[in-house]
């Protein structure tokens, strides 16, 4: 489908009427001027050479040259049917333990960074495959779609953190259903889980789930996280050692018998993590004993580009019309050499709108080296961005901005570039630049979910849901925006019934504590009278503590563990 990359400058066809009126007054002013002469005789005589055929041939050639510049200035392109890439691939659904155990640091830094450190080295072992994510504790989450964009998987990756579930615990069956249902469940091929874990808790479903899966085709493989021999948490929030409820110091320790069967039960590989590359290699090679299909996929979006057959054709017709003479029997040249008279004296108007249409022509060839230096520069920074040299990746894309701030691929891919370096507030900038500039409805819905990506990596929940809403009013077929718009909700009202419930729990014990608080009553009480009821009043205290320790002892939804 063809399309115009800058389709504003389309606005220029609008000089055309004046062009056409401009032509209309030069045939009247003609007419006005030989009335004036009276003569008709001498009109003849003057005017005999002179063609009104060529004269508008001329102003035809004129107006076609200024409307070709003008459709190739806005950059007439189509996209290129050859950007559909075939390879052979396979679904990879990976399980992410987040739960508070994950911060042991039996393994440095801690559980969770190296594992995230082993499935990005996963995510680039397999550049041909569909990834997708889920975080689990004591729920599970989809974190992200199955996708073949591994920029935003790594994206995904980095904001799995124990803030992301807000039930703890481990539970390894609810984690292993929801990656099914994350697939293309009319196959029964081409699927495999990857689970990592310390499995701390013993999910006595995991099992009976797995040999769900297996029956169904998919292949759980799971990575043991941890030490047999255990270590402490630190949490996060105050840096202080884990203690339970009855004061003793946590240690959380390796599980490998329960990931040992879910792989076993799952026709899949076990392995304890030791070194990130030889995990990742054992698992890529398991994972090519899996069928692979054929899968097509669209690249980046590439164009054919036809600005240049219009700027050519206007120059063309240009030079056609220079070399055009508007009398008959006489050349361009020799008309050079010849005195102007009355008639041709208003040839300084065409050749002022010709120099005109010149440097009009001119400044779209300056335009066209300016885009593809554009081009090239962003070319560069994309493959720097690629190596990971991401500093380099940021000085080609705002070189590429200042040749063409107008420009939102730059812009796009600025804001990605700076993400990923860890400059989240100026991503957001570039992004809403890439929004500012872009034309196209998919190009605004791509910086939208972007948007959206980096501010829910920072827990702006509000601003991330308004970014997901303007990404699928640009494209309501956008699935993962879709997907991520409602994790977001969900994680909205998880704070606010939060909230809710810490305040509900304090009300009701103020209002205890406001009642039992003893009204002053002055000069009416003797000292031992007074110590007497503070005594009372702290025994009051301390029952009340004893019951509201014995309900929470017997409530049966406070979970054994909260790490």
């Known amino acids: 489908m063809l399309q115009f990359q800058h389709a504003y400058y389309l606005l220029a066809l609008v000089v055309i009427p004046l062009m056409v009126a401009l032509y209309m007054l030069a045939l009247r002013w003609k007419k006005k001027t030989i009335k004036k002469i009276g003569d008709d005789q001498l009109v003849k005589q003057l005017i ?39 390879h052979t691939g396979i679904d990879v659904m990976i399980a992410l333990d987040v739960s508070k155990s994950m911060l042991a640091k039996d393994i ?42 591994h920029s935003a998987a ?28 994350a697939f293309n469940n009319k196959e029964k091929k081409y699927k495999t889980i990857i689970l990592i874990s310390d499995g701390e808790d013993h999910d006595e479903a995991a099992i009976k789930v797995t040999r769900a899966l297996a029956d169904e085709g998919v292949m759980v493989n799971t990575v043991g996280i941890g ?13 202080e050692t884990k203690k339970d409820a009855a004061g003793a110091v946590v240690i959380t320790r390796l599980n490998e018998d329960i990931l040992k069967n879910v792989a076993a039960s799952g026709n899949g590989l076990y392995q304890l993590f030791t070194n990130t590359n030889e995990v990742a ?49 006489k050349t361009r040249f020799q008309r050079f050499f010849l005195k102007k008279n009355i008639f041709n004296s208003n040839a300084v108007k065409p050749n002022l709108n010709k120099a005109l249409l010149l440097a009009f022509c001119c400044s779209i060839s300056a335009a066209t080296i300016f885009a593809q230096k554009e081009n090239t520069l962003i070319k560069k920074g994309n493959e720097a961005y690629n190596n990971k040299q991401l500093d380099i990746a940021i000085d080609q894309y705002k070189k590429a901005i200042e040749l063409n701030p107008s420009g939102n691929k730059a812009s796009f891919n600025l804001g990605n570039a700076l993400y990923k370096n860890g400059n989240t ?51 309501p077929s956008d699935e993962d925006a879709r997907l991520n718009l409602q994790q977001a909700i969900q994680k909205q009202q998880q704070q606010k019934q939060k909230e809710e419930a810490e305040k509900k729990k304090d009300k009701p014990q103020q209002q205890k504590q406001d009642k039992e608080q003893p ?43 909260d790490w």
């Not at 004269?55 to 559909?84: C, E, H, Q, V």
């Not at 097509?296 to 054919?304: G, I, V």
């Not at 580009?305 to 063309?316: E, K, V």
């Not at 031992?528 to 939804?557: C, T």
């Open 227 to 239: 030490s047999p021999g255990g270590s402490t948490i630190i949490e996060p929030a105050t840096g």
């Open 281 to 329: 290699d054992k698992l890529e090679g398991q994972l090519k004993s899996i069928d692979q299909r054929l899968v097509t996929e669209n690249a980046s979006a590439t164009y054919l580009y036809f600005y240049q057959w219009f700027i050519g054709a206007a120059l063309l017709l240009l030079l056609v019309e220079f070399f055009m003479s508007e009398k008959t029997g």
């Open 519 to 561: 009204k002053p009553q002055p000069n009416k009480m003797t000292k031992k009278e007074a110590e007497e009821k503070l005594k009372a009043l702290m025994q009051q205290e301390k029952n009340l503590q004893d019951k509201l320790r014995k309900v929470d002892a017997a409530s049966p939804e406070k979970p054994e563990k």
């Open 48 to 86: 005999n050479n002179y063609s009104p055929k060529k004269y508008f041939t001329k102003f035809l050639l004129l107006l076609m040259a200024f409307s070709f510049a003008a459709i190739g200035w806005a950059g007439l392109r189509k996209p290129d049917g050859s950007s559909n890439i075939k």
């Open 154 to 181: 790594k994206m995904y990756l980095s904001s799995a953190t124990p803030d992301v579930v807000p039930t703890q615990g481990t539970v390894i069956g609810d984690a292993l259903k929801m990656c099914f249902n």
């Open 425 to 475: 507030e100026d991503a957001v900038k570039a992004y809403e630049s890439a929004i500012a500039n872009s034309q196209q409805a998919m190009d605004k819905s791509k910086a939208w979910y972007n948007t959206g990506v980096v501010l829910q990596n920072k827990n702006k929940l509000p601003e991330c849901i308004d970014a997901y809403k303007n990404a699928l009013k640009q494209d």
């Open 108 to 149: 440095q830094p801690n559980r969770l960074e190296r594992a995230r450190q082993l499935i990005s080295k996963i995510i680039d072992k397999l550049p041909d495959d569909r990834i997708g994510m889920v975080v689990f504790a004591g729920r599970a989450y989809l974190q992200m779609p199955l996708t073949t964009d």
